[in-house]
């Protein structure tokens, strides 16, 4: 069984980023902005009231202190500093879970900072501290520094698979500061793949090997209604609520 997610409340003030709306209907996981590259205190109110209502659990999506880059700038950053940084905009979250009655679901860390945790078990391993402040799972992609580091946890950690972003033969996944637009069927005929035979495909057209916990469908990618909901019908067999 797998879940789908989503990076949501990516918004500040007017400024609008994404259809959450939209493609709240589509999705079982919703991984909030926390402030820091997205979101303010309103933003975050509206987003986790509009996941109640479609029955969505709502994990924290912390990011770098670079709301200007859209935290897909990499920072250097002391281990303590980094932990209290995330623990910071996870707490903010999660006062706004409680004031609707919703618990925390789990931490995904968001852009440069989910890249560098990918790489580097000193970055890693901070997030996993302000993480277990919370008591809740982390995730992350299979067969990287995440799953070494944090799949040994006690709270768990949970694999994803990206349908909008593409992967190196390596298996590490290319993180692009604006997302280009993918093709639903596609995107959605691999997200199968990876759920079903534990493989994706890489740039170079190669098999690379995957496990999807949860698949991840971003609300910036251009046209992110239509292939989430294209993914979606394609994994309605596999879809659990929960993961």
């Known amino acids: 069984m797998v879940a789908i997610n989503c990076d ?28 820091f590259h997205a979101a303010d205190p309103v933003v975050m109110q509206k987003t986790v009231a509009l996941a109640k209502r479609h029955g969505v659990r709502v994990g ?8 200007e880059g859209f935290g897909r700038r990499e920072m250097t950053m002391e281990p303590a500093e980094l932990t209290a940084c995330v623990v910071y905009q996870v707490g903010a979250l999660a006062g706004f879970l409680r004031a609707e009655g919703m618990q925390l679901h789990h931490v995904k860390p968001h852009g440069a900072l989910y890249g560098m945790a990918s ?3 000193e970055v890693a391993a ?54 280009v637009a993918y093709d639903p069927a ?39 209604v239509d292939l989430a909901k294209s993914v979606h019908d394609a994994l309605r067999p596999y879809l659990t609520a929960t993961v």
């Open 126 to 179: 901070a997030v996993a501290d302000a993480a277990d402040v919370f008591g809740v799972p982390l995730m992350g992609m299979a067969n990287t520094v995440h799953e070494r580091v944090w799949g040994g946890r006690d709270a768990g950690f949970l694999a994803e698979y990206y349908t909008d972003l593409d992967y190196r033969p390596d298996g590490s996944l290319i993180i692009t500061r604006e997302h």
């Open 186 to 224: 596609i995107a959605a005929e691999r997200a199968v793949r990876a759920v079903t035979d534990g493989l994706a495909t890489a740039v170079d057209g190669s098999d690379i090997p995957m496990r999807a916990d949860c698949v991840c469908v971003h609300s910036d990618t251009p046209g992110a």
């Open 119 to 121: 790489r580097n078990e």
């Open 60 to 67: 924290a999506h912390p990011s770098l202190p670079d709301r």
């Open 8 to 35: 949501m409340g990516e918004a500040y003030s007017i400024y609008r980023c994404g259809d959450d709306e939209g493609i709240m209907p589509y999705i079982t996981v919703a991984n909030v902005a926390c402030g």
